[in-house]
């Protein structure tokens, strides 16, 4: 359910009609919800002049980043999967059933006949720049033997807080024992992000979304392939880097449908 709305029945639950109407008169709607991708309505002649777009450009009905970076990735087979690589950890399960379960943070989104199962960690990439430069990360990884086992337990994070697949506002950080040498630290920090991505995709696949096939990879992390390599390591299932990486694109894709 999205903002109140019932995704499985594609309408909004009485009991929130009920109360709207109960807090603001009988004559009031909710929002129209439409089909991502679906046509909204024409450009303004306002817009237009402003902005020199073509009189003929119309508005859409839009998605998530993540939901967008899903589609730019090429992944459209149940057992696929799409983990985002950004300042956090997002991770999108297709699969032929919908999950939904507070007590680990997982949620579904409709797409299409299918469903996006998965959930959103707190772990990611401001952790990694908390510590490190792009520089640095760059460097320091190409540093890193992917294929060895560092076996620093991290639980990465920059403040008390998690969301998935522990979803405890009280979880606290685990960033020790720290090594002298950054090379070191950035490998237990890598090796343990994959770890949370790979307790994840368990989480998920026990609860009863797809068995995960392929995992393909999104957002700025999706460039280190020191990383791609730890990942596939920890997942034991092909890790490749996504189609295309921009959620822009599949934004553009969407639209084209």
């Known amino acids: 359910m999205t903002i109140g709305y019932d995704v499985g029945n ?3 639950p009485d009991w929130l009609n009920d109360f709207v109407k109960s807090l ?5 709607q909710l ?3 439409v089909t991502p991708g679906a046509t909204v309505g024409i450009v303004t002649t306002q817009i237009v002049n402003n902005f020199d777009f073509s009189p003929e ?3 859409c009905g839009g998605t998530t980043d993540s939901i967008a970076a899903f589609i730019a990735s090429g992944a459209n087979t149940p057992g696929e999967a799409v983990t985002s690589l950004g300042s956090t950890l997002v991770l999108k399960l297709l699969s032929h059933t919908r999950v939904d379960n507070s007590k680990y943070g997982i949620y579904s989104h409709r797409f299409g006949d299918l469903w996006l199962v998965g959930g959103a960690s707190n772990t990611g990439g401001a952790v990694l720049r908390h510590f490190f430069t792009d520089t640095e990360l760059e460097s320091f990884s190409r540093q890193i033997d992917p294929n060895t086992e560092r076996g620093l337990d991290y639980y990465p ?3 008390k807080g998690g969301r998935f697949p522990i979803n405890n506002s009280e979880l606290s950080p685990r960033l020790v024992p720290r090594p002298e040498n950054p090379i070191l630290f950035i490998h237990g920090l890598l090796e343990s992000i994959a770890k949370i991505e790979l307790r994840g995709y368990k989480l998920l696949q026990a609860l009863s979304a797809a068995t995960i096939k392929r995992v393909y990879t999104a957002g700025g992390g ?3 392939s020191t990383f791609t390599t730890i990942r596939g390591r920890c997942l ?3 890790t490749m880097g996504a189609v295309y990486t921009d959620a822009a694109y ?3 894709i969407l639209a084209t449908r």
């Open 10 to 12: 594609l309408s909004y």
């Open 57 to 59: 450009c119309i508005v």
């Open 236 to 238: 034991g299932v092909p």
């Open 222 to 224: 999706a460039k280190n």
């Open 157 to 159: 994070l920059l403040q």
């Open 31 to 33: 929002p129209e919800v």
């Open 250 to 252: 599949g934004s553009a």
């Open 24 to 28: 603001v008169g009988k004559n009031i």
